[in-house]
């Protein structure tokens, strides 16, 4: 069983910048394709990010590409969401999550076994 636990959210003018961070328990988290999704309200969950393997392969939505970035640091069991130039559109609920298999379809929510809490995000105009 892997808990995650996201912080790092909170309110953000447009144009302004967050850095999420999901710190994860156990022992295996450099083998966990770890990603980041998000859920606005009356929506439903839409991929972000993810990141996997030794090299640290990234893949990214396509509403995100180029304003975040993925990052991880296997040392202390902790995944990173720096997003950049951030407007009133990635208003969300932000969620981590850790599945056991790299192999699988990375931007679907079925993927992936374990899930944060989430943390808030708004972006005000």
């Known amino acids: 069983q892997v808990q995650l636990v996201e912080s790092g959210g909170g309110v953000v003018q447009a144009g302004g910048s967050l850095r999420l961070s999901c710190t994860a328990s156990?022992?295996?988290?450099?083998?966990?394709?770890m990603g980041w999704f998000r859920q606005a309200p009356g929506k439903g969950r839409e991929f972000v990010a993810a990141i996997w393997g030794e090299l640290g392969s990234t893949y990214y939505g396509d509403s995100v590409k180029g304003r975040f970035t993925i990052s991880r640091d296997n040392a202390k069991n902790t995944v990173y969401l720096q997003m950049n130039s951030l407007a009133p559109e990635d208003t969300a609920v932000y969620y981590c999550a850790a599945g056991r298999s790299s192999y699988r379809v990375k931007w679907e929510v079925r993927s992936y076994d374990f899930w944060g809490q989430g943390t808030q995000v708004t972006v005000s105009s």
């Open positions: 156990g022992r295996t988290f450099s083998t966990y394709i």
